[in-house]
Each structure stands twice: as C-alpha cells, then as structure tokens.
C-alpha cells in the first residue's frame, strides 16, 4: 500500500532526512530563531519500526556520507547530498499537500533506506531516537525527542477528556437559572453560558479537578498548581483570554496565592514544559521526562531546531509564548453544565491547550 500522510507526519520524515543530511542539530532560542554557535554533533539516528529490528543511520561529516547498519553490520551507504536532495524535495510537497497525502519519490527513497513507515512505534511522547555528541559534558548519550512543525496544523499540547475537569462551586446563583442557563444550544453554547452566569450574579470558586492522578501530577509541578490552573481556566471561559502569556497576566493580577508575577509565570512555564515533555493526565508521573532530548521544531522555512536540557529556559518561555487553551467537546468530555449536589451548585470546566 502507499504510503500517506499528512503534513505532521511527513515532517517527521523530513526532520529525519534533514538532520543526516546536515548531521547536526542547531539549538533555538526563545522566538524559535538558529542559535549559530549551538549544536549538537549526531552520531546516529536510531529507528525501530519491527521489535528487535533497529535501523541505526550514521552521519560521518568527514566523508559526507550517511551509513546505515543493522545488528551492527553496514547494509547501505549514500552521500549525504542524497539526503539533502530527499530533504528538499519533501519540503516542497508539504509546503502544498492538503489532507492526507502521498509522496512517490520520498516514499520510494524512505522504502531504499528500509523505512516503510512515517512514524515509529513509541510508549513515550519521543518520535525520534538520536544519538547526539554533548559537547557539553563530553556523553554520547541516546535521547528521545517530540518533533513538532509548523507546516501544518497547530498540534495539540495537551488533548481534552474528562481526566482535565476542573470542579467549581457557583455561588450567587439562583437554582431558578440553572434550568436556562443549561438550555443554551448556540454555536457559542459555552461562551454563552458563562456569559449567563455572570450575568445571573453567578461567581465560580475552585473545588477540586475530577481526575486524582491529573491533580496529584500537578502537585508534583507544585502544591498549588490545581489552582493556578483552575484560575486560568476562569480566566479562558469567563474572560475569553485563550493565549497563555495572557492568562498568566490574568492569573497573576487576581493572584490567587498572594504572589508576585514572576512566580506565577515561572510555574505556568513549569505547568507547559511537563506536559511537553512527558507528563498525562491519566498516567502516574513521577516527574521524568519521556521525550529526554526536547523537542525538535519543523520550520516554516525548512529549518528544523532543537530545545535541548541546555537550552531548556528557551523552550519554556518558547511554550508560554507560543500556546493558548482551547475548548473541547463539552458533550463528549461531560463540562460546562450546572448541576447541583447537597444543597450547592457545580459547574466542570476542562482543559486543553494546543500550540497558537
């Protein structure tokens, strides 16, 4: 069958060709910009698509070659110029494929370097397995890193369900509205029933979130991580502030925790960079990082740049910056609709977040 896919995932094979073509990877600063002095050396990209079958790719600069081996004996050699031509050639089609899409010379090209699929079974959030020279420490270790593009869609950085709920008690409200505030079907329902309830005297205090695993992973971040995050979403449904530097301000002029800015700041870059890196809603985390390398960015232009643990600042405030909430299916994810219980009434807001 053909290979297909769409613009993420052939991304994730072009940032493949293009890092053995260049065999380095350039380091980013905070506005997604080539730090020139800082990259890493690639020893060797390292794929597994069968258990037990790991392809690894050598780069070698000094012969301008690419190296491919398996169980340590050498099936195929090519230029590295090979790789760039491949590299420049999918570019171009991403840069005008729509859907789901075939490339017929790349997938050609992949099938000869014994690639048959876009994208590696992992049980992390890396997609990619490189072998990086750390100049910095003299390791050579093997790290996972996430690759993200910007060619096409935003990606989402945390997906919805009812594991994000956050529980909030409304006080001010009188039990009378909840039957018509709740009714609200228009193409901005939740908008819209925000908008009822403030406007029916209604005030939402936090609660608790719905999932224990997703609130005791907040606290790992910080004891009081549930509540910048409820306040945050307040800030999103009540307040329609989706961009999370703009949430941050948000949060910190109601300051919740009686602290200054920095701190509120430094926690939500905290908050994004776990989720990045590892950490789920419905999975125990005990703090590790599963995608160990960072994160590797596809570039509009082609470019494709790394946050590694050295330049791990750049990448928080590269998320703050380049993130926003946004709103899940209400029906299916179970928020957004007033209930009352012992006496009191409810309401569930979730979370998302998807890169802006």
Known sequence: MPITGNKGEWSETYAFLRLLADGKLFAADEQLNRIGDMFFPILKIIREETRGTPYEYHPDADKAEVRIYLNDEQVLCLPATVFDEEAKHLFGKIATGTSAFEVAKTEAFIRKIFMTKLKTPS???????????????????????????????????????RTTNFIYEVTGLNPSVIAEINAIET??????????????????????????????????????????????????????IADSMALTDYVSQVNPLSCNMEFYKHKIKDLLCAIALGMK????????????????????????????????????????????????????????TLYESGGKIFIKLNLQIRFS
């Open 187 to 240: 193409k901005n329902k939740l908008i819209n029933r925000m908008t009822a309830i403030a406007d029916n005297g209604g005030k939402l205090s936090f609660v608790e979130m719905e999932n224990n695993t997703f609130s005791n992973n907040l606290t790992m971040i910080d004891s009081q991580m549930p509540v910048i995050v409820a306040e945050m979403l307040i800030g999103y449904y009540m307040k329609n």
């Open 123 to 161: 049980a992390d959030k890396s997609d990619i397995s490189v072998q990086i020279h750390d100049v910095h420490t003299g390791y050579r270790n093997v790290v996972g890193f996430s690759i993200k593009s910007e060619l096409g869609s935003p990606p989402t950085l945390l997906n919805a369900g």
């Open 281 to 336: 809603p419905a999975t125990a985390w005990d703090g590790t990082d599963e995608a160990s390398g960072g994160y590797i960015i596809v570039k509009t232009d082609g470019d494709v740049l790394a946050y590694h643990i050295y330049n791990r600042d750049a990448f928080r405030g590269y998320l703050l910056k380049n993130t926003q909430l946004e709103k899940g299916s209400s029906s299916r994810h179970g928020f957004c």
